[in-house]
Structures are given as structure tokens and as C-alpha cells.
């Protein structure tokens, strides 16, 4: 490991090139979690022959790679029960629990846990979603993991849906909250901290003057608090203030850095959803930027010029450290660089 970058601003973030993925292309979309202190990653997807502007095809996959000893990247013996990515990764009592996604068939619904016992794999299997989703965000509250957006089909609308399971009553499957009071999105960002879920931006379709859709990229901000009352779980929203630019498809779950902050890096801001030709995409913007929760403000955290920005990966805590795995740099490019920061 090596330390590759220090970005100054309030607060010195310190970056980490931890070993790459083996793989000479990298995916985007992954699954990605923590069993018995080992970090792990499954699944995604990327473009094996050809770029999608050069007719190439979009393949999914169902491998799982083990970080062993924190060292090097192994790929296990076991797979996935299918090709899929895009969906949502939680890491709780040392199982890590895929949720949803896609692949070549269409949305899942699927839900699935994975043990390592430092050898192989315990697989398990969970309460399905109500809905088959991919493209959403998701988080552990607690005991409860809430997953929020997405959407239910290639073709299909985003979703202005919020689903919990509470892990300590599963018999109970999944349950549907009270949504953010705002629109619809796929592509949206969360992060927990202090009892508090915060969700940020994402993306929808929005409808122009002269009739004409167009990609919305959101900016809006929210603090969900879940009560129970009579026995059952309740959604109670806030909204707080907007970001500076909207973000979607970035890294989630947020990294909190100095335990009274959420750092942003990486996503497709206004701006970069303008791009019309992923041959010439200028990449994913290098701006950071830093949100407090205990004072709802936003501050410009500086640059970040020597690692590459991207999309549609999952950010893990690992080993004291906030780890990004893998994603896309530009439309149909993807990288196996693993980042930490601390």
C-alpha cells in the first residue's frame, strides 16, 4: 500500500492505493462488503471487446474476489447465484448481504448473504424485496437496512420508494416507509450516522418547456429518523439544505471523515450529464466537497487531480478507512484501482 495523495483543506484527507483488483478492466456497479474483518467484492459489470460506442456488449458477472490479509486479491472458488451488480451492499454481524440489482435478464429482487469463514462462503438466504430494484441506495440504520429509489426495470420510471427490513423481525420481511418529500430518483447517495440516515441527490427524468425530456440531475438533501410506534416503524423526514451542484450515481454509502463529516467524490454533476460523446467525455468531476450534519453546511473540500474520479461503485469501512472500489471513470470505462481514504 502507498500513499498517493494528501487533498488540504479544513481537514487533511489522506489517500490510499491499495492493491487493484485482478483484472485488467475493472467493473462497475459492484458488490462490496466486510465478513470477519475481510473485505470482499462481487459481481458488476463492464465491456469485455469493445466499447458500447463501438457496438461493444454490456456483461455482467458473478465472481467474488477476497482482500486476504488485507494483501493481495484472490478470487474464490465460489460465485455469486447469479451475474449481477448495481444494487446494494450491506455489511451486518460479519454476513454481507447483496441486495437487488440487475443483469441481462432484468431487475432482481433477490436477496442473498454471504459469510467468509476465512476458507470459503456460507451462502444465505434473506427475505425478497417487494419490487425487483436496481440503481438505488441503500443503508444499515441500526438493525433495519433502508433502501431508497431506484428503479424496477430497464425502461422504467424512477421510483420514489423507501423499503426497510428490520434484521432483528426478518419473518416480518420487507415493509414499505414514507418516502423523502421530493421526487423520484435512481442513482442516489446515503450514508448513517449518529441514529440518522442522510440521502442526497440522484437523478430523474424531468419534462422541459417544450415537452422535451431531459436528465435532471438532483440536489436535495434529507435526514431520515425512524421511530417505532404500535409495533411498527415509521419515517420521520427533514429537509435540510440543498448541495452546491447536484450529484448522482457517486460512491455510497458516504465516507465520514472526523467523525463530523460526509465527504463527496466523484458523480455525475449537471455538468458532466451534458457530455454528448463518450468518445471525447472529459471524465468525472475531480471537485470534493464536505457536508456537516451537526450544523447543516456544505464547504468546498479542494481537488482531488491525481486519482481518477468515478461512478456506480460501492464505498466500504474497512480497517479504519473508507475504501472505493473499482467504478466507472468515463461512460463504458471502467478501473480496478481500489482507493481508501482516511
Not at 431508497?148 to 426478518?170: E, P, T, V
Not at 448522482?248 to 471523515?257: C, E, F, H, M, R
Not at 468531476?285 to 461512478?311: C, H, K, M, N
Request: charged share 20%.
Amino acid at each position: 500500500m502507498m500513499i498517493i495523495s494528501e487533498t488540504k483543506a479544513q481537514q487533511t484527507i489522506h489517500w490510499t492505493q491499495l492493491p487493484p483488483l485482478p483484472t485488467e478492466k475493472g467493473w462497475a456497479g459492484m458488490y462490496a462488503g466486510v465478513s470477519h474483518h475481510t473485505l470482499i467484492a462481487m459481481g458488476g459489470a463492464n465491456f469485455p471487446d469493445k466499447y458500447p460506442w463501438a457496438g461493444g456488449k454490456k456483461k455482467w458477472y458473478d465472481e467474488i474476489y477476497v482482500f486476504q490479509n488485507g494483501k493481495n486479491w484472490i478470487k474464490a472458488n465460489e460465485k455469486l447465484t447469479e451475474p449481477s451488480g448495481y444494487g446494494v451492499t450491506v455489511s451486518y454481524d460479519d454476513k454481507i448481504i447483496l441486495i437487488g440489482g440487475n443483469n441481462e435478464n432484468g431487475h432482481l429482487s433477490q436477496v442473498t448473504g454471504l459469510e467468509w469463514d476465512g476458507m470459503k462462503f456460507l451462502k444465505l438466504d434473506y427475505p425478497q424485496l417487494p419490487v425487483p430494484l436496481a440503481n438505488m441506495a441503500g443503508t444499515l440504520v441500526d438493525d433495519i437496512i433502508v433502501i431508497f429509489g431506484g428503479s424496477s426495470s430497464s425502461s422504467g420510471s424512477a421510483l420514489k420508494k423507501c423499503f426497510a427490513l428490520d434484521m432483528k423481525d426478518m419473518s416480518a420481511g420487507w415493509f414499505e416507509l414514507d418516502a423523502w418529500p421530493g421526487p423520484e430518483r435512481v442513482f442516489p447517495v446515503c450514508t448513517f450516522y449518529q441514529g440518522q440516515c442522510y440521502l442526497f441527490g440522484g437523478e430523474t427524468t424531468a419534462i422541459n418547456s417544450k415537452g422535451i425530456k431531459y436528465r435532471h440531475i438532483l440536489s436535495d438533501s434529507y435526514r431520515l429518523t425512524l421511530h417505532k410506534r404500535d409495533g411498527e416503524w415509521k419515517s420521520e423526514w427533514q429537509k435540510l439544505a440543498p448541495m452546491p451542484k447536484g450529484i448522482s450515481a457517486a460512491g455510497t454509502v458516504l465516507p465520514i471523515l472526523n467523525n463530523d463529516r460526509f465527504l463527496f467524490w466523484g458523480g455525475i454533476d449537471p455538468i458532466t450529464a451534458l457530455y454528448k460523446n463518450p468518445e471525447t467525455h472529459l471524465g468525472i468531476t475531480q471537485s470534493l466537497l464536505y457536508y456537516f450534519p451537526e450544523t447543516d453546511r456544505w464547504e468546498y473540500a479542494g481537488e482531488q487531480t491525481e486519482i481518477l474520479s468515478r461512478v456506480t461503485l460501492p464505498v466500504v469501512f474497512w480497517n479504519n478507512q473508507w475504501v472505493y472500489v473499482s467504478g466507472e471513470i468515463k461512460p463504458g470505462i471502467r478501473t480496478p484501482t481500489v482507493i481508501g481514504i482516511q
